[in-house]
Every structure is written in structure tokens, then in C-alpha cells.
T-cell receptor
Framework: GQSLEQPSEVTAVEGAIVQINCTYQTSGFYGLSWYQQHDGGAPTFLSYNALDGLEETGRFSSFLSRSDSYGYLLLQELQMKDSASYFCAVRDTGGGNKLTFGTGTQLKVEL | GAGVSQSPSNKVTEKGKDVELRCDPISGHTALYWYRQSLGQGLEFLIYFQGNSAPDKSGLPSDRFSAERTGGSVSTLTIQRTQQEDSAVYLC?????????????FGPGTRLTVT
């Protein structure tokens, strides 16, 4: 089976940088995805890492270390609109053609 | 182009009734997924379609749940004899195919309430 761990809640101030961690245990591994979900909204795709290292997309970056079974999402220059839940998800070789999602991290951005 | 659409957006039903939830994926997306999300929780995988076939039904919680997809497009999730524990938001997503399953596009969901 697969399991993912994320902090349940993170709070940061507008303009700051915040890192949301994700550790996973899988029987095999293809890659790690990140999704954003605002309250009452649908999840939206943010990024995907299949290889070790940092992927940057604007204010958001995602990092993966396959040897540590660990990844993180880095949000820079935080804005109030970044307040949302963030989910990591793994595609693993043992789980078939599906993503397994973590329980999500609720990010609160304060003034 | 249009995104993933789902209907109805809200459904209130009495315990024991059957419900049908519909998903219309992005045109050209061959893979389609159904998830269930309870309040404040993560996404629980239900079923996956590649074209019209469902190679992975492992997430369906019981035999009261079934799904089909026709014409490689619209999918219907049916819940028979609904129970209160079925109350949740049911999300549908699509992707370009199996190789791109890590990048899924979600619909707005159907909020199901079983009274």
C-alpha cells in the first residue's frame, strides 16, 4: 500500500515564504504531484516531480528527493489568495494507474 | 475549451434511494477518474477509466457503487440504496491518458447529502 504524511495546518504572513512537506511510503514510485484546493472548489494541478531536484513555476516550486521519500512545495511572496489546502499525491508502480492523495495541508495566510 | 463538468452540483436524497452522478470530461482526455472527498479530508480514489474500460475498480467501497463510461466520454457513477455514510463530495477528473495521470483536471464536484 501507499501512505503519505503532510502537516495538517500551516500559518504564514503575507509576503513570506512557506514550505509544505510531504513524506511517502510506497511499494514503488513514479513521481510526486501537488494540487491546490480552495474551500468549496475543485483541486487544481500545480506541479509534478519525477526526478530529484527542484521544479520552479512562478512563485511556486516543488522539490523531490527519491532517496529520502520526501518532497516539499515552496510558496514564495505569499498572497492572501494562496490560502487553500495543498495536497501531495503519488503515482506508484504498485498501485496501478491512479494517484494516491495525502490528507492535505491547510495553509492560512495572514496580514 | 470547456473544463470537466459534473451534474448535479448538489443532490439531497433519502436513505435507501438510488442516485446517479454524471461527469463530462475534457474533450480528448481518454482517462477519467472518480474520487470521494468527505469534509476536511483528502481524496479517496473510487474508480479509473481508460477509454470505456475500467481496469481499476479497487476503490469502490461496496457493491452498491458502480460506474460506467460510454463513447469514451461521459461517465456515470451510480450509488444504489444510499446510506448516510455516502454523504460526501464526489469529484470527477480527467487526464490526457495514462501517461499523464499525474496531471488531472477536476470538475466542480457533486455534493451528495443522504438524509
Amino acid at each position: 500500500g501507499q501512505s503519505l504524511e503532510q502537516p495538517s495546518e500551516v500559518t504564514a504572513v503575507e509576503g513570506a515564504i512557506v514550505q509544505i512537506n510531504c513524506t511517502y511510503q510506497t511499494s514503488g514510485f513514479y513521481g510526486l504531484s501537488w494540487y491546490q484546493q480552495h474551500d468549496g472548489g475543485a483541486p487544481t494541478f500545480l506541479s509534478y516531480n519525477a526526478l530529484d531536484g527542484l521544479e520552479e513555476t512562478g512563485r511556486f516550486s516543488s522539490f523531490l528527493s527519491r532517496s529520502d521519500s520526501y518532497g516539499y512545495l515552496l510558496l514564495q511572496e505569499l498572497q492572501m489568495k494562496d490560502s487553500a489546502s495543498y495536497f501531495c499525491a503519488v503515482r506508484d508502480t504498485g498501485g496501478g494507474n491512479k494517484l494516491t492523495f495525502g490528507t492535505g495541508t491547510q495553509l492560512k495566510v495572514e496580514l | 475549451g470547456a473544463g470537466v463538468s459534473q451534474s448535479p452540483s448538489n443532490k439531497v436524497t433519502e436513505k435507501g434511494k438510488d442516485v446517479e452522478l454524471r461527469c463530462d470530461p475534457i474533450s480528448g482526455h481518454t482517462a477519467l477518474y472518480w474520487y470521494r472527498q468527505s469534509l476536511g479530508q483528502g481524496l479517496e480514489f473510487l474508480i479509473y477509466f481508460q477509454g470505456n474500460s475500467a481496469p481499476d475498480k479497487s476503490g469502490l467501497p461496496s457493491d452498491r457503487f458502480s460506474a460506467e463510461r460510454t463513447g469514451g466520454s461521459v461517465s456515470t457513477l451510480t450509488i444504489q440504496r444510499t446510506q448516510q455514510e455516502d454523504s460526501a463530495v464526489y469529484l470527477c477528473a480527467s487526464s490526457l491518458g495514462n501517461a499523464r495521470l499525474y496531471e488531472q483536471y477536476f470538475g466542480p464536484g457533486t455534493r451528495l447529502t443522504v438524509t
